[in-house]
Each structure stands twice: as structure tokens, then as C-alpha cells.
């Protein structure tokens, strides 16, 4: 999601005089926050993460389309450790991962790519590395790079980065992906304004392009769902979308073209995969297709 | 309008106030307003009291409990936790909103 230009989000006394019961509770330290990740499913939370364990494949697992590894501009951060820790608390067997807007990123987001490679090297088997990029960049050499080290995909985020989908930078990359058989994830949520319009030429000039739509181009979820219904490697990925835009999507469109994602640290798994799942149910989704958009459509792509 | 259609409507009213307050403060404490405290206090004063008819009283229940937590992991800065019952307290909100659409 990546709020930009803004300072980590602080805790200030918004909700006013905490009641007594809650003064007696002292304050956590940033460590103990990041490793706690039990305060996601306790308390009101239980109901809500018993009912979404009961439609979690067991056999399969989650697959996770969408996270981040590494730190970002407006303060948040999460390492492979950290991210590791959130999945098994979830039943999540995979992840796509790649790295936030770096402060370090520089010209070519090489130091925060390397992050995310070394998150790989150590949890082998966990973590589809994806390499992210600046298109107002020199990336030429970049993406060489890492295409010879191996990723497995490609992440552009138009707000971010400060460009359009139709920038002729963006679409060369596009195209250098098509060419490369290289999946690419783009940002298509929180702060887009065009999508649909922007990318549509790129996909009908090179429809082996294998683009996943992030946070399900939730501004656009009903135009997306139409235009690119004749496009197979479209797919929409569900993370930090909201469950009404959500049921737009599984009421309209192919559940074996949507995938679940969590936008780890800005989303959770939790809460992530209710949306998906709440959705999906209410939007008349049977329950066979289930398994399908936790695991294994993104597990045709990453085995 | 029928006594049922009438209810329904009314049901939708009061819970699309809910929502639009409740994703007013979560847009609100992302972007670090200083107005983050009023919203959270307008959705909290939205499920404070019995809804149309006392239907939808049982996800009035839930919200308040999610609120009260997330009150609470908000004093503990833990801000994933708190925006995990909000973005969940969201989602509860629109999807009865689509199953009383659906009545």
C-alpha cells in the first residue's frame, strides 16, 4: 500500500482517555510488538480467525501474493524472520515478496532487491522473489541482474514511483518482462487514479504478459473485471481491498483468475483474508473454488 | 414503501452511517489526521445504541468488542492490531449491507 511521503504511523491519544482497565496494561516495546503477533487473532478477533481457519486447505496452505521485505520510506519495515513468523501463525506455505519504497533504493532499488534475495537464500522454499524498479530510471542493467539471478517476477508501483502505466518507460519494462517471461506485480490500489485505460494497450500489444493486479484495481474493480475478462494472464490479487469491492470482483468475474494477498506490513494476514474470504462466500463463490484462490491459482505460476 | 421494504431501507440508512464514520477514521488514522480522535468518536457513537428494529443488534455487538480492542491496542500503539479489528469491523458493516440488499 505504502502511504507516501508520510511519517510512520503514530499512536497518539486519538481515542481520547484510555478507561482505567487499560491503564494497568504497559506499553510494549517495538520488539515485543513485531514478535506478538498473537494480539491479530485473540480476543474479538477469535471468531473471526476460527472461521477462517475452517476454510484454509489444509494439505496446500496459503499462498500469499502479495508482502514486502525490507524498509520503507514512511516507516515501516518487516523482515524475512518477521514475515516467516506471520506465516506460519497462518497457515501460509509461500509468499511473493519484494521490497517497499527503500530509503536506500538509490537509482536502481539494487540494495533493497539484494534484501529480498538474501530473504530467499535463507528460507529456502518460502519466499517467490520478486525485483522491483524505477522506470524514470536507468534499469536496463538492473533488471539483467536480477532476471540472471534468478527472480521469479517483476513489482511496479506506479504511486509510488511517480509514473503512469502508459509511461513509455513502464511499458518497456512491461515488455522486457513479456519477452523475459516475467511476471510482473504493479500497484493498483490505495492513491491510483488510472488503470484500466493506461494498461489496456500493453496487454493487447503482448498477451503472454503475465500481470498481477494488485489490491485488485479495487478503484476500478468493475471496469478491470469487464475489460480484462478476455485477457488469461490477468489476475487480480485481493490484499488491503475491502470486502464490498471484493464481492464486485467474485460476483463478475473468473475465481480461477483471483488470488489472495496480505500487503504485509501494511495489511495482515488476518484481517486480509477475511475480506477475501467473507467476500467470496457472500458473493455466492462455492466452496470448491476456495482452495483455488488461497493457494492454487498463484501456484500455477510458482509451483 | 411495505413495512418490510421500509425496515430494510431504514437498516440500510443507519448502517451506511456507520460505515461511512468508520472509514473516515481508518483513512483518518492512516494519514495521521488530527481529526482522527472526533471520527473515531462519531463511529463510536454510531454503535453505541440499538439499531432499526434491534435487527442487526448482533453485529452492533461485535463492532462495539472490536472497537473496545482496538481502543485498546491503540493505547498500546500496536497498530496493526488495532487496524486489523477496524479494516474487519469495515467488512462486517458492508457485507450485512449486502445481504439486506440482497432481503
Not at chain 1, 20 to 31: F, N, Y
Not at chain 1, 111 to 120: E, F, I, L, Q, T
Not at chain 1, 201 to 206: Q, Y
Request: net charge negative; with cysteine.
Amino acid at each position: 500500500m505504502e502511504m507516501i511521503n508520510a511519517a510512520p504511523p503514530s499512536c497518539q491519544s486519538v481515542f481520547g482517555h484510555a478507561p482505567s482497565s487499560l491503564l494497568t496494561l504497559r506499553t510494549m516495546t517495538e520488539t515485543e510488538k513485531q514478535h506478538d503477533i498473537s494480539t491479530l487473532t485473540n480476543g474479538a478477533m477469535s471468531p473471526i480467525w476460527q472461521w477462517i481457519e475452517e476454510r484454509i486447505p489444509k494439505d496446500t496452505g496459503v499462498f500469499d501474493a502479495h508482502a514486502h521485505i525490507g524498509a520503507d520510506l514512511d516507516g515501516r519495515a518487516m523482515t524475512a524472520d518477521g514475515m516467516r513468523e506471520r506465516m506460519n501463525a497462518a497457515h501460509v506455505k509461500k509468499s511473493i515478496v519484494f521490497a517497499l519504497n527503500d530509503p536506500n533504493a538509490l537509482e536502481d532499488f539494487s540494495g533493497p532487491n539484494d534484501v529480498v534475495w538474501r530473504a530467499r537464500e535463507e528460507h529456502p522454499g518460502f519466499f517467490v522473489p520478486f525485483f522491483r524498479l524505477n522506470p524514470h530510471k536507468d534499469y536496463d542493467r538492473e533488471f539483467e541482474r536480477c532476471v540472471e539471478r534468478g527472480f521469479s517476477g517483476l513489482k511496479l508501483h506506479p504511486v509510488s514511483q511517480k509514473f503512469e502505466l502508459d509511461d513509455e518507460r513502464a511499458v518497456r519494462l512491461f515488455e522486457m518482462a513479456a519477452e523475459a517471461n516475467l511476471p510482473v506485480i504493479i500497484h493498483a490500489g490505495f492513491g491510483m487514479n488510472r488503470i484500466v485505460d493506461a494498461l489496456l494497450p500493453t496487454i493487447e500489444r503482448n498477451p503472454e504478459l503475465r500481470l498481477i493486479l494488485g489490491h485488485a484495481a479495487f478503484v476500478e474493480v468493475l471496469q478491470a473485471a469487464r475489460v480484462f475478462e478476455s485477457h488469461p494472464n490477468i489476475v487480480f490479487e485481493t490484499s488491503v481491498a475491502r470486502a464490498a469491492e471484493l464481492y464486485e470482483l467474485f460476483a463478475t468475474f473468473d475465481p480461477s483468475r483471483i488470488c489472495f494477498g496480505s500487503d504485509i506490513p501494511y495489511g495482515d494476514l488476518p484481517s486480509t483474508l477475511y475480506a477475501t474470504l467473507v467476500a467470496a462466500e457472500a458473493a455466492g463463490v462455492g466452496k470448491e473454488h476456495i482452495p483455488a484462490i488461497l493457494s492454487e491459482n498463484m501456484r500455477r505460476w510458482f509451483p | 414503501m411495505s413495512g418490510d421494504r421500509s425496515m430494510s431501507a431504514a437498516r440500510t440508512a443507519h448502517l451506511l452511517g456507520i460505515s461511512a464514520n468508520l472509514n473516515m477514521a481508518t483513512i483518518s488514522l492512516w494519514g495521521q489526521s488530527p481529526r482522527a480522535a472526533a471520527i473515531l468518536g462519531m463511529f463510536e457513537a454510531s454503535i453505541r445504541w440499538e439499531g432499526p428494529g434491534g435487527h442487526d443488534e448482533d453485529l452492533l455487538v461485535r463492532l462495539r468488542d472490536l472497537f473496545e480492542e482496538a481502543k485498546k491496542y491503540h493505547a498500546r500503539e500496536d497498530f496493526p492490531a488495532m487496524m486489523a479489528r477496524l479494516r474487519v469491523a469495515y467488512d462486517l458493516v458492508s457485507i450485512r449491507i449486502i445481504e439486506i440488499s440482497g432481503e
